[in-house]
T-cell receptor
Framework: DTEVTQTPKHLVMGMTNKKSLKCEQH?????MYWYKQKAKKPPELMFV???????INESVPSRFSPECPNSSLLNLHLHALQPEDSALYLC???????????????FGPGTRLTVL | AQSVTQLDSHVSVSEGTPVLLRCNYS??????LFWYVQHPNKGLQLLLK??????LVKGINGFEAEFKKSETSFHLTKPSAHMSDAAEYFC???????????FGQGTTLQVKP
């Protein structure tokens, strides 16, 4: 089973709202990722968690706040977003090999976010 | 710096004809390479991966890719296109320094009946 699930599928929010995206995997992967994908573009890495600790933050604005409460769950908390943050948000997970989160990544279906 | 170049932004084929999606990479040594497919409004699905075990890699749904070090290429092929193959295809390398994925810009495959 190589399934990564994401909820919700679609989300519409105002610029003053607070919302959260959720990602879950039960493959025993210890690395999890958030990507942002704009239309007709490849995904862009936002955050990497390895063993539930934040390993990489690609200079993402603080209005995006990731959280990894356990090895199966990854959340992305959203607050005071801008219209340009509208995009497809993808979660991925992978094994950690020899202490490095460099194994094959498996992606979820994404959450389509629209900020009004 | 490592980079991935997909040589065609758009490829159109007729159903039942062969598919060729071209990808070149730049690296000083053999990288880990992947092809992912993304259907409209969906996530990325792994088609196949190269990790130096064999130069010809077979993937899902009849796709395969050949790693050619001398040409720094990793082209994706399929003998006979199906309508369900219409999607966006990404050639991806894994950075040997950082472990991050380096994406090509994507190729849109159109399959005509």
């Amino acid at each position: 089973d190589t399934e990564v699930t994401q909820t919700p599928k679609h989300l519409v929010m105002g610029m003053t709202n607070k919302k959260s995206l959720k990602c879950e995997q039960h493959m025993g992967h210890r690395a999890m990722y958030w990507y942002k994908q704009k239309a007709k573009k490849p995904p862009e890495l936002m955050f990497v968690y390895s063993y539930e600790k934040l390993s990489i933050n690609e200079s993402v604005p603080s209005r995006f706040s990731p959280e990894c409460p356990n090895s199966s769950l990854l959340n992305l908390h959203l607050h005071a977003l801008q219209p340009e943050d509208s995009a497809l948000y993808l979660c991925a997970s992978s094994q950690v090999s020899q202490g490095r989160w460099t194994d094959t990544q498996y992606f979820g279906p994404g959450t389509r976010l629209t900020v009004l | 710096a490592q980079s991935v170049t997909q040589l065609d932004s758009h490829v159109s084929v007729s159903e039942g004809t062969p598919v060729l999606l071209r990808c070149n990479y730049s690296s000083s040594y053999s990288p880990s390479l992947f092809w992912y497919v993304q259907h409209p409004n969906k996530g990325l699905q792994l088609l196949l991966k190269y990790t130096s075990a064999a130069t010809l890699v077979k993937g899902i749904n009849g796709f395969e890719a050949e790693f050619k070090k001398s040409e720094t290429s990793f082209h994706l092929t399929k003998p006979s296109a199906h309508m369900s193959d219409a999607a966006e295809y990404f050639c991806v390398a894994r950075s040997s320094n950082t472990g991050k994925l380096i994406f090509g810009q994507g190729t849109t495959l159109q399959v005509k009946p």
